[in-house]
């Protein structure tokens, strides 16, 4: 059975960094492509970053230059280093594998001084 967790989620000020990270099992996890989305309250789930099994990466123009998408095959993790994060990346940030075939649970992101 597939499952993703993301963790790393928290509450910090603007300008200031997160890591988030995402734990995948039960996949086989070099050959999938993995996302990032992130939902704010009243707005639609929107792909905030993608990284394919070639470790080609994609992001959404809003953060581009201040997200980084990365991925470890050995541990079958994904990351979202963020930074210089603003209040409107507040948000719950979601894992996905395989073109939203699978999801994870979400970890929550509030920026505010």
């Known amino acids: 059975q597939v499952s993703l967790a993301e963790s790393g989620g928290g509450l910090v000020q603007p300008g200031e960094s997160l890591r988030l990270s995402c734990a995948a099992r039960?996949?086989?996890?070099?050959?999938?492509?993995m996302d990032w989305f992130r939902q704010a309250p009243g707005k639609q789930r929107e792909l905030v970053a993608r990284?394919?099994?070639?470790?080609?990466?994609n992001y959404a123009d809003s953060v581009k230059g201040r997200f980084i998408i990365s991925r470890d095959n050995a541990r079958e993790m994904v990351y979202l280093q963020m930074n210089n994060l603003q209040p409107e990346d507040t948000a719950v940030y979601y894992c996905?594998?395989?073109?939203?075939?699978?999801w994870g649970q979400g970890t929550q992101v509030t920026v505010s001084s």
């Open positions: 996905s594998a395989n073109y939203e075939a699978y």
């Open positions: 039960g996949l086989i996890f070099e050959l999938y492509t």
């Open positions: 990284i394919t099994d070639k470790s080609q990466t």
